[in-house]
């Protein structure tokens, strides 16, 4: 210990450094603190992470223990110290930035020094007596950053999987509900930005519910079974080096006992060692529900906009004012706001698949970043669809009136007669409406082409927005 007693020496293969004594990790994490200041997000700003990164290292001192490479005293320390983590203790010791050179090692040695010092404690010891107890030889005992860490990632994805899934569960219902209240509310479909067909406002939303639940389903299904496949026992490069020829069976084993998922071992520890795809094909489920965020967020301003020069067929719940010079202003500031965090996503997957590409042979080196865009767009992603619904959703009013208004002046309205007048009488009416500026109706019944119970009847809602073939007649 210094003199001043606020640091203690701890050394390594390139020297000696001072850590703060009341530090938890170690000299191998110090390096990288000082080396990596990137993104200035730290690995606890990923409590999952951490949490999963604490079980692996279970997992590995249980098989170890089993296997009689580890004392009792060691295990029962260890198991201690990652209980401790596992329930959300001294995460703030988890110092090192997301992004970092060497393959993940940093993040591991993190892990490994915590562990170390919090059961060295534990033990009766002060923090770096690493005579008793060793960051590398006991709590990274028949591991590598190569198996230990890429396992770490998939785990904590799985951690988190189930509060994105209830976020996004939770804004469906939400849109659903509104379909349900808008069902009544007549008002015209466009297609390229332009007056298509009639619909309901309530098919509308009720169409935002379903294409959102398909990417709940698909998450609910396909994420877990690209995630469960890992590679620990693998050690350096997949031939499990260092291990135990029975460590991998049980610290998987183990690992899918204390973590309540069904992990596996990787067929084949080489290919998986080396190999992202899993994490590509996750990042690119997320960037799909980003996009189809995003689309609807585009739909909602349009909708919303105005209020009096613009579409106005719904009314966003006003947040705050919207601008510092034009009174009385409101903007649609939850959806811009859901739309910059996709388009964030989106950038995170172009990341995430140019790192996946740059693997060399037996290692991907850019796991880091693989793992930071991950846990980030999940993380975005569950707090943008939270505020979106809470926020935006469930506030949402229909303006009634002006959805009949622009649904019976427009010139797409034409399309629900054409049945009854016929194609060329339909373009007839639909040039004399645009050129007079005239209403459809309003021609049709001049014309005398159809009486007015015939109209009626067509324009009521439930006859202008299912299949209704009627065949025109001589």
């Not at 000299?27 to 000082?34: D, F, H, K, S, Y």
């Amino acid at each position: 210990m210094s003199s001043a007693a606020s640091f203690r020496i701890e050394k390594d293969l390139l020297g000696t450094l001072e850590v703060p004594a009341d530090a938890y990790y170690g000299i191998q994490t110090l390096r990288a603190v000082n080396n990596f200041r990137l993104c200035g997000v730290p690995l606890a700003h990923y409590p999952k992470l951490v949490v999963a990164l604490a079980m692996v290292k279970q997992a590995a001192a249980d098989a170890n223990r089993e296997l009689g490479h580890l004392s009792d005293a060691k295990h029962l320390a260890i198991s201690q110290a990652c209980a401790q983590l596992i329930r959300g203790d001294y995460h703030d010791q988890f110092v090192v930035d997301m992004i970092q050179g060497g393959a993940g090692t940093s993040t591991n040695m993190n892990a490994n020094e915590v562990i170390a010092n919090l059961a060295l404690e534990s033990m009766g010891h002060a923090k770096g007596e690493y005579r008793h107890l060793h960051p590398n030889n006991d709590v990274n005992m028949a591991q590598s950053t190569n198996d230990a860490y890429p396992t770490a990632i998939r785990l904590g994805l799985l951690l988190g999987h189930d509060t994105l899934l209830a976020s996004l569960d939770s804004l469906v219902a939400a849109f659903a509900d509104k379909g349900t209240d808008f069902a009544h509310v007549l008002k015209m479909g466009r297609t390229q930005l332009q007056d298509a067909v009639p619909m309901t406002l309530g098919q509308e939303f009720r169409a935002f519910a379903t294409t959102l639940g398909e990417d709940l389903e698909h998450l609910r299904l396909i994420a877990p079974q690209l995630l469960v496949e890992v590679n620990l026992g693998g050690t350096a490069i997949g031939t499990g080096i260092n291990a135990d020829p029975n460590y991998q069976a049980l610290a998987v084993q183990r690992l899918a006992t204390i973590s309540g998922h069904p992990l596996k071992p990787a067929a084949d520890l080489i290919e998986a060692t080396s190999d992202m795809g899993a994490f590509v094909t996750f990042s690119s489920m997320l960037k799909r529900l980003a996009v189809k965020l995003s689309k609807i967020c585009n739909d909602l301003r349009l909708l919303s906009s105005g209020p009096r020069t613009g579409i106005n067929e719904i009314n966003l719940p006003p947040r705050q004012p919207g601008s510092s010079i034009m009174p009385g202003k409101v903007n649609p500031v939850i959806p811009e706001a859901v739309n910059q965090v996709a388009f964030e996503v989106i950038g995170n997957d172009l990341a995430l698949t140019m790192a996946a590409e740059a693997g060399q042979l037996q290692l991907n080196v850019m796991e880091p970043l693989i793992a930071y865009k991950l846990f980030d767009s999940i993380g975005l992603l569950q707090r943008a669809m939270d505020m979106l619904r809470e926020h935006c959703i469930v506030g949402i009013t229909a303006n009634e009136d002006r959805c009949r208004q622009l649904m019976e002046s427009s010139i797409g309205l034409i399309t629900a007669l054409n049945p009854y007048i016929g194609y060329e009488n339909a373009t007839r009416i639909a040039g004399q409406a645009l050129l007079s500026g005239r209403g459809v109706l309003e021609l049709v019944r001049e014309e005398q082409l159809l009486d007015d119970a015939t109209l009626d009847d067509i324009l009521r809602p439930e006859n202008m927005i299912a299949p209704r073939l009627v065949p025109l007649k001589g």
